[in-house]
């Protein structure tokens, strides 16, 4: 790279322009450093006897060296790939000499076919993060920079086809969540339309939908945590108000009633030591366990055999209950509806009301269920094979383990089912 060199004019005609305050010895100093490209330096020297508002030979001297000082300090950055901070400091110079332009020209150009480079490296670690948005913004603006980046501009076409792919998916997964909800699955609707707002966050109508049904859930949750308070359930409860506060922080109800039911638990707790201390004819240490159960919860201590003949009969339903909970979970409906069933014969007179609200739901499921199953049968004695697969579908929606639903179900949808698994050289099924 060509290096400006200044004039050779005798020193003693630079001391004449400079007057008698200017120090030749300086300025020499900073000619011998400007020629070897120690810029910063000679600036130090020239400006100890001149100032860049001068017009003298020592003020050209400054202007120009403060040029090659931010020229070499552009160079610089784009060694260190810091072409945005080059390009700062190329905008900084304020009058680019004329044997100087064609340099500037050049140092700006790598710059901007490295910021180009940079956003398409942008684009392409976007994407790979599933942010497509983002990608089209920075593939755009690498072509801004470089539109010959071919690289830029396959990511940019990937981009584009990822932003239609996700808006398509998202279509489909609102209106899958809008068949969860009439089918009156709002937690398969609540998680379609989660699907459908990360596939497009900006959706409204998602993000509307998924609102109502979280509130609606979180209502569900708190309700059925309140109903197994009411029964001593006391494990189901706290696990049911704390999937309501996970779906609204801000259920103030929902914290008022965990509340309570942690100081349950602890009474729970003691009541069952003093119960095992009174079996065990400690009387003493039940006596000590009663006195600190009476601080805890006073309600407990008053009513401490009622508690204890509470607690015993909930636990000859606590394996029927979580088994029917596991069932009802897995849209196993007959199953769930026996086990409830046990649970009200032997507890008729205890209440149980949540058993008695789910076996009434499950008791309206297996009726729809069975009407379904009943015009599929009709159906497949008509010949009508797809009016026979919906209403096997129905039932399957309704209670999964209703009669030969599900083989006849398998059966119909097995043949065509299995050519597209090959060709996918998958094993999914349905």
Known sequence: MSRFLLSAAPLALVAASLGAC???????????????????????????????????????????????VL??????????????????????????????????????????LRMARHAAEDARAA???????????????????????????????????????????AEAAYLAGLEELQAGLELRARAAFSAALRRAPDDARAATRLEAVTRDLASEMRTMGRLHMQAGELGQAWVALNDAIRLDPDDEQGASLLETLDTRIRAEALLSS?????????????????????????DYAANRAAQVAERSRDERNRGDYARARAFELDNQAIRALGLYASILTRESEYGWEDVELRATALERRIGEAATAYDQALTAQRAGDAEAYRTH?????????DYGDAMRRYRDLV?????????????????
């Open 274 to 298: 003093a119960d095992i201390a009174v079996r065990g004819g400690h009387v003493d240490a039940a006596d000590a366990i009663l006195e600190e159960l009476s601080v805890v919860a006073p």
């Open 71 to 112: 020229e070499d300090a552009a160079r610089d950055l784009l060694h260190e790939d810091r072409p945005e901070d080059a390009t700062l400091v190329l905008d900084a110079i304020e009058s680019v000499p004329a044997d100087r332009e064609a340099e500037v020209d050049a140092l700006r150009s790598r710059a901007r």
């Open 22 to 68: 200017s120090s030749p010895s300086a300025v020499e100093e900073g000619d011998a450093l400007f020629r070897v490209g120690r810029y910063q330096q000679a600036l130090l020297s020239y400006e100890r006897v001149g100032d860049a508002d001068d017009q003298s030979e020592v003020g050209q001297r400054i202007r120009r060296t403060r040029y090659f």
């Open 392 to 400: 096997l579908e129905q039932v399957l929606q309704l209670a999964a």
């Open 414 to 430: 097995a043949p065509a089912a299995r050519p597209e698994a090959e060709a996918d050289g998958g094993d999914e099924g349905i």
């Open 127 to 169: 994407l790979e993060d599933e942010r497509p948005e983002d990608a089209l913004v920075a593939a755009t603006r690498a072509l801004s920079l470089d539109p010959e980046l071919e690289q830029a501009a396959a990511l940019r076409a990937r981009a584009q086809r990822e932003i239609l792919t996700d808006a398509a998916a």
